[in-house]
């Protein structure tokens, strides 16, 4: 899916157990030929955009701050906004589904603002529940149900699966 952009979201510092989760989302993203969207900065963003790079994929930080020099160093395309916690949406209107990775107020941010909007929001290990997420078991479910939510949205109907949590 040429040009597919698929956001990924969750906090800044997270641990190690979280980090290779969203390496793994990253990974899957890229290896479909998707674009990453996210953040920009350290925790679950830098670990889906080391993943992407590693699969060879493209990586999007939408930055809180006003230089480019703040974004992680698997970063290729660094977007310095100035915006502080008012970047969060840019990044879910930068991606066609966004991809939350357990998380904490800005992520909350996030995902309300996907809802809202209509953005297809995957949880995966996040507390938050809302019926119109869709809940994934691992980072390979979460790719697929981005992919599916994208394909179900071009074709007029919906491919997700509703939280049951």
């Given at each position: 899916?040429?040009?597919t952009?698929?956001g ?42 080391k ?9 999007v ?18 977007i310095?906004?100035?915006?502080s ?13 966004l ?11 996030e ?5 809202q ?22 980072a ?18 919906s ?7």
């Amino acid at each position: 899916m040429r040009g597919t952009r698929i956001g990924v979201i969750g906090s800044a510092q997270c641990s190690r157990e979280i980090y290779g989760l969203a390496e793994r989302v990253g990974e899957g993203i890229a290896r479909r030929g998707a674009i990453l969207i996210c953040g920009g900065l350290g925790g679950v963003m830098e670990g889906a955009c080391k993943g992407a790079k590693a699969a060879g994929g493209t990586t999007v930080g939408i930055l809180p701050g006003a230089t480019a020099e703040q974004a992680n160093a698997y970063v290729d395309i660094p977007i310095a906004t100035g915006l502080s916690l008012a970047r969060n949406l840019l990044v879910v209107r930068s991606s066609q589904a966004l991809i939350a990775i357990e998380g904490r107020y800005g992520t909350l941010s996030e995902i309300a603002f996907s809802l809202q909007l209509g953005v297809p929001v995957i949880g995966l290990r996040t507390t938050y529940s809302d019926p119109q997420m869709i809940r994934a078991n691992d980072a390979e479910d979460a790719v697929e149900q981005a992919f599916a939510s994208i394909a179900g949205s071009h074709a007029g109907g919906s491919a997700r699966r509703r939280s049951t949590a």
